[in-house]
Nanobody, 115 residues
Framework: QVQLVESGGGLVQPGGSLRLSCAVSGTIFSISAMGWYRQAPGKERELVAFITSVRITNYADSVKGRFTISRDNAENTVYLQMNSLKSEDTAVYYC?????????WGRGTLVTVSS
């Protein structure tokens, strides 16, 4: 059974940084695409960044140049480094694994950007 567990969220001041981690159980991590999504209060869930099994990355325009997604296949973990955080980055951040039609979500970690 594949499970995703996010960590690293918290309260940070505008301009600060956080690194989110998503640990994946199971054996398909290295052959799967991984994504970070977020959902702010009253808004729909949106894609923040994803990384393919061959490390091709893509980012939402709103986070380009500030966020970096990476993966460590030896540790079955995907990361999201978030710099220059803004109040509008406040949301619950979810990790997603996708392999063909198979998809699994984590339970999310809350990021609050506030002074």
């Amino acid at each position: 059974q594949v499970q995703l567990v996010e960590s690293g969220g918290g309260l940070v001041q505008p301009g600060g940084s956080l690194r989110l981690s998503c640990a994946v159980s199971g054996t398909i991590f290295s052959i799967s695409a991984m994504g970070w999504y977020r959902q702010a209060p009253g808004k729909e869930r949106e894609l923040v960044a994803f990384i393919t099994s061959v490390r091709i990355t893509n980012y939402a325009d709103s986070v380009k140049g500030r966020f970096t997604i990476s993966r460590d296949n030896a540790e079955n973990t995907v990361y999201l480094q978030m710099n220059s955080l803004k109040s509008e980055d406040t949301a619950v951040y979810y990790c997603n694994l996708r392999r063909g039609s198979f998809e699994v979500w984590g339970r999310g970690t809350l990021v609050t950007v506030s002074s």
